[in-house]
């Protein structure tokens, strides 16, 4: 099992929630799964991934289903691939290293 990370969308308007990400499963060439609009949350140094979910005769019902050691493994696969992924995408911390030129004229 291999897992992809298609996109990364930042939401920075919650402390905890970072951003939303969409993600392949593939098991072989043929056999695949996509992910669409997994919540990314961070706090301290707890990170979860959260399923969406809509509402259905007033309860709140997930849209993907699976046992939950299966879906524990899965997503602590994503968990790993999306940290890569966004370490992969940060600027360079030797790029910040380069002074910034000075505009003063006194």
Do not use: C, H
Not at 13 to 29: A, E, M, W
Not at 41 to 53: C, D, H, S, T, Y
Request: glycine share 2%.
């Amino acid at each position: 099992m291999q897992v992809e990370i298609l996109d990364y969308f930042p939401d920075d308007r919650n402390s905890t929630l970072q951003g939303r990400v969409d993600f392949k499963v593939i098991y072989s060439p043929e056999k695949w799964e996509l992910f669409r609009n997994v919540s990314y949350f961070v706090k301290g140094e707890k990170r979860w991934l959260m399923l969406p979910n809509f509402k259905r005769n007033e309860v709140w019902t997930p849209i993907y289903e699976r046992p939950p050691e299966s879906l524990k493994s899965l997503l602590s696969l994503v968990k790993e691939e999306l940290s890569s992924y966004l370490i992969s995408r940060e600027p360079s911390a030797l790029a910040n290293d380069e002074p910034e030129p000075t505009t003063d004229l006194f």
